[in-house]
């Protein structure tokens, strides 16, 4: 039979009357939350339990003490139910990478970087003190060019890294962060008639993409054109191609004149302002002007005006699958991601995306006898010849747990989904909230520098010598007979101005 116990806060408790756990792979990544519920008679547990307690749950097929972790996190709600004797107390939360949802990274850029040393950087950078390592964070094949973190969750950009590199990331009992690459880890089961209850499969094309546009942020570049008025423009108004930003008017001659300060239409008025042009940002114009303050600044015919700008332009990558279109037929997806900044970017998104999503799913939901910790993740062979599946390697997404009497004694307390999972509402819902959460970061504008601490020793390559000195004072590095601690003969001291030190 299967035995089960879950400990909070140290203590264990075994009179659970039903304890669930739910671990999922969605996408690129890997979370678990739990429920469990106590019988509450006469109040018996009023004052237990608190938020953000550590909750281990155990269990095993054995007569024993279960030792097998299947799921750590903590407590996130309390919720007492009933009346009068008849009183239910229930626990829930997520697992630690609920703190990756929690935690907004600093902005950070990364250029030309294996993807498993951004994973580690983000983590010294945003995690130091919540214990969490990453001992299982593995090496990859893909060096990134370039990618910009700008106000997103730590949990949106461990997903954007691994949609990038083909990996999936996850939270184990350990509090160890795992970053592995997907369907490259088996779990050494094989799922057939002798622990296989019940199975279901199912094969969708609902969600394939074979034609992805992706859209970044946009890029302003510099644009110039050249009028000659009575030609080019109309009264004093000079249309241009694209709208403007960071304006420069000069009117061109012997010696070019820079018109400035210039002014916006509807706002500067040039009776009481002096500005010399206006730019009428929604209608791409730029009007000279003629006003008190301002003076006569419009032109006669035959002069010729040159107006600088830069003009925004969208950055956008394009990608199909030819193959699939060939035998699916064409289905588009438009990804929109304003922190995007660079056409590499934008490139690695769109082939991760089509590689991934590019080919029809299959699901197959399965209740399963004898067996007790998957991860999912992690590969497993399906043998069920009945429902076309013989030998079949496949991912498990997903892996719920229903401990209670009867599923115990069964050993029938999970349930195990295999493959690429066609999406649900709460996927759709979960889609739309990441997208939400990059709309709302897309104008957000900062200075990023960054500056890791380490705790330890630190290497300076080659062989020096350090000589040290009071604050205020000058010293001299590696200058031979200068450069020894205690030496009468270093001069240390006062900084002379004029003096030279050569071969530093």
Request: charged share 20%.
């Amino acid at each position: 039979m299967i035995k089960n116990i879950i400990t909070i806060n140290s203590v264990d408790y075994d009179d659970t009357t039903r304890t669930a756990v739910r671990k999922v792979v969605s996408e690129f990544n890997s979370t678990s939350s739990f429920e469990c519920n106590f019988d509450n008679i006469y109040g018996k547990y009023n004052n237990t339990f608190t938020l953000n307690e550590d909750v281990v749950i155990k269990a095993d097929i054995t007569t024993g003490t279960p030792t097998t972790k299947v799921f750590r996190g903590i407590i996130e709600d309390i919720k007492f139910i009933g009346t009068g004797t008849n009183q239910r107390l229930k626990l829930s939360g997520r697992d630690y990478g609920a703190i990756l949802q929690d935690i907004i990274a600093e902005p950070r850029i990364f250029k030309n970087t294996e993807a498993s040393e951004i994973i580690k950087a983000l983590v010294r950078q945003n995690l130091n003190g919540t214990g969490i390592t990453t001992n299982n964070v593995n090496t990859t094949s893909t060096t990134i060019d370039k990618i910009t973190f700008n106000g997103l969750a730590l949990f949106d950009c461990f997903r954007k890294i691994a949609q990038i590199s083909g990996y999936f990331f996850y939270v184990d009992e350990d509090k160890d962060l795992n970053f592995k690459e997907q369907a490259a880890v088996s779990s050494g089961e094989t799922f057939d008639n002798t622990n296989v209850l019940k199975a279901s499969f199912t094969q969708s094309d609902d969600d394939i993409f074979n034609s992805v546009k992706v859209v970044g942020d946009r890029q302003l570049t510099a644009a110039q054109q050249i009028f000659t008025t009575g030609v080019d423009n109309t009264g004093s108004v000079y249309k241009l191609d694209s709208k403007p930003y960071n304006t420069s008017v000069i009117l061109s001659g012997a010696t070019n004149t820079l018109y400035q300060p210039g002014g916006v239409i509807f706002v500067n008025d040039p009776a009481t302002n002096n500005a010399k042009y206006l730019v009428d940002f929604p209608n791409s114009e730029i009007v000279l002007t003629s006003g008190t303050t301002a003076g006569d600044n419009t032109l006669s015919t035959g002069s010729v005006v040159i107006i600088d700008y830069d003009q925004s332009t969208p950055l956008i990558k394009t990608l199909v699958d030819n193959s699939s279109i060939t035998n699916y037929g064409k289905k588009n997806k438009e990804i929109i991601d304003k922190n995007i900044k660079d056409l590499d970017e934008a490139s690695d998104v769109a082939s991760a995306f089509i590689a991934e999503n590019k080919d029809p799913k299959t699901r197959g939901d399965m209740r399963l006898k004898g067996i007790v910790n998957v991860n999912p993740g992690e590969t497993a062979v399906v043998d069920i010849p009945s429902q076309g599946q013989s030998s079949q390697t496949y991912t498990m997404i997903r892996a719920n747990y229903n401990f209670n009497k009867e599923d115990n004694l069964n050993e029938s307390a999970l349930d195990v989904t295999v493959s690429k999972k066609v999406n649900s509402i709460v996927d759709l819902f979960t889609q739309h909230e990441i997208r939400l959460r990059q709309l709302e970061t897309a104008e957000v504008e900062s200075s990023i520098t960054n500056l890791e601490l380490f705790t330890g020793s630190v290497g300076i390559s080659g062989t020096t010598t350090l000589i040290s000195t009071g604050i205020g004072s000058g010293f001299y590095f590696n200058v031979t007979g200068h450069d020894v601690f205690d030496s009468p003969s270093s001069l240390l001291g006062p900084w002379q101005g004029g003096s030279v030190v050569l071969n530093i």
